[in-house]
């Protein structure tokens, strides 16, 4: 679908919203420039959110950085945006796989990530290792 709209000329003002703003979403404030930070929160009005590890292997850690603590940045910075109208959110996750049948609703977390966060951060790395061979 995004292939036909940037070949096709007849969605070209649309394109020339579309704005892609380098940076890491492991960084702080996701290693984007104060400028383009300062430019997102006055002109942004859709934000799509799309960066994950998508590794399973992906140390612990890191992954929780990138998957919780980058979603967490883009929220806050979506909080700060005048003229956001949507945060379109894409998920690689993996859930409620005990089930057989996977309802669709929201399920509570298993653990509160706050909870997560402070147990990982004071987790030596060989601790960590330990969970993610186990």
Known sequence: VLVDLVESKKHQDV???????PGNISQSNMGISPEDSERLRREVSVVFHLAATLKFDENLKLALKINVGGTQAVIELCKDMSNLKALVYVSTAYSQCPLQEVEERVYPPATDVEELIHKLASMSPEDVSKIETS
């Not at 394109?15 to 703003?21: D, E, M, Y």
């Open 15 to 21: 394109l020339k919203k579309i704005v892609i703003v």
